[in-house]
Nanobody, 125 residues
Framework: QLQLVESGGGLVQPGGSLRLSCAAS????????IGWFRQAPGKEREGVAC?????????YYSDPVKGRFTISRDNAKNTVYLQMNSLKPEDTAIYYC?????????????????WGQGTQVTVSS
């Protein structure tokens, strides 16, 4: 079973930046498509960004974060990152990472497997 641990959340002012980390243990992350998801209070969990396995490397972003967030891999550290810039109050949520399903080898915004505890991101002045 894939074990992923999220970190890097915190409190940031509007317009600020954060980098979230998704660290894997017990398996090699670069073989998997990985996504970042978020859940705000009272809302359903939604896909934010995903990155295909290292063989493909394709990335996708949801419309609300396109141009502001960047997903990337560091295979040496067995970690996937989410760089979040120009943060807005509506980005406030618990952020999770998970493996995603794939279509023709490319990641999707559908998480599969287990979910971790997530990391809280709060954007507020």
């Amino acid at each position: 079973q894939l074990q992923l641990v999220e970190s890097g959340g915190g409190l940031v002012q509007p317009g600020g930046s954060l980098r979230l980390s998704c660290a894997a243990s017990g398996f090699t992350l670069d073989y998997y498509a990985i996504g970042w998801f978020r859940q705000a209070p009272g809302k359903e969990r939604e896909g934010v960004a995903c990155i295909s396995s290292s063989t493909d490397g394709t990335t996708y972003y949801s419309d609300p974060v396109k141009g502001r967030f960047t997903i990337s891999r560091d295979n040496a550290k067995n970690t996937v990152y989410l760089q979040m810039n120009s943060l807005k109050p509506e980005d406030t949520a618990i952020y999770y990472c998970a493996a995603t399903s794939t279509v023709q080898g490319m990641c999707t915004m559908t998480g599969v497997g287990s979910w971790g505890q997530g990391t809280q991101v709060t954007v507020s002045s």
